[in-house]
């Protein structure tokens, strides 16, 4: 049905269509998909061509970068991330950390979690934008409250230092669940070290957390 309606001229059906056969592994005919959906001036489309191109054998950064730039410009919060990437790594184009600075802070309005947590990078270690901890905190504090591992990660650690080991428990246990292996370590120190009911209770607060839903601009 996706491939019916973009025959027919639907943007919106060719990046469906390119999602499909990239997630069938027929990446070569995803990349088709997204390119006519690029021409066509679709954002989606253009940002997950310039995705298809980061992620090809070898990488084609700079024709990522090329179409990055319309969908961020857009208002692609997706697109706006890679760019930001791209431009703090000197990926396909000229190193700026204050551009990158920008388009994370874009990405992070629009709803991107990654964005998120890089932006309160840039605010903690003042690149791109002035340091500001407040800011800083306050991104971190949004990207662990979507699920950010590392931002639950350190969110557990700060909570810790600041003397409150029964959330910072639940929030190095949500860490540990979804994967960062930095906070398996401090979360066992701090379930020997509470009492046995204040455990439970951190650990029953990790099975009830629900990360927050933001609405993302695709």
């Known amino acids: 049905m996706f491939q019916r309606a973009a025959r027919l001229?639907?943007?919106?059906?060719?990046?469906?269509?390119?999602?499909?056969?990239?997630?069938?592994?027929?990446?070569?005919e995803a990349v088709e998909y997204y390119h006519k959906a690029a021409e066509l001036g679709h954002p989606v489309g253009m940002c997950n061509l310039g995705v298809s191109y980061l992620e090809a054998d070898p990488p084609k950064v700079e024709e990522?970068?090329?179409?990055?730039?319309?969908?961020?410009?857009?208002?692609?919060?997706?697109?706006?991330?890679?760019?930001?990437?791209?431009?703090q790594n000197g990926k396909g184009i000229k190193r700026n950390q204050r551009e990158a600075a920008k388009w994370y802070l874009r990405a992070a309005e629009g709803g991107n979690i990654r964005a998120m947590y890089n932006i309160s990078l840039c605010y903690s270690y003042g690149e791109g934008f002035a340091q500001d901890h407040v800011r800083s905190k306050r991104w971190l504090q949004l990207a662990a409250d979507c699920g950010h591992k590392k931002a639950l990660?350190?969110?557990?650690?700060?909570?810790?230092?600041?003397?409150?080991?029964?959330?910072?428990?639940?929030?190095?246990?949500?860490?540990?669940?979804?994967?960062?292996a930095a906070a398996s370590h401090m979360r066992d120190v701090i379930l020997e070290s509470l009492p046995l009911v204040n455990a439970q209770r951190a650990l029953s607060d990790a099975d009830r957390w629900r990360p927050r839903a933001l609405y993302t601009r695709r």
């Open 9 to 28: 001229g639907s943007a919106a059906a060719m990046v469906d269509a390119g999602l499909m056969c990239w997630e069938e592994g027929r990446r070569d």
């Open 64 to 87: 990522a970068v090329r179409w990055f730039y319309p969908a961020a410009a857009a208002g692609n919060a997706r697109a706006q991330y890679n760019l930001g990437l791209c431009l």
């Open 153 to 180: 990660y350190e969110c557990g650690i700060k909570l810790c230092a600041a003397g409150d080991k029964v959330r910072s428990l639940m929030y190095l246990e949500l860490a540990t669940r979804r994967g960062e």
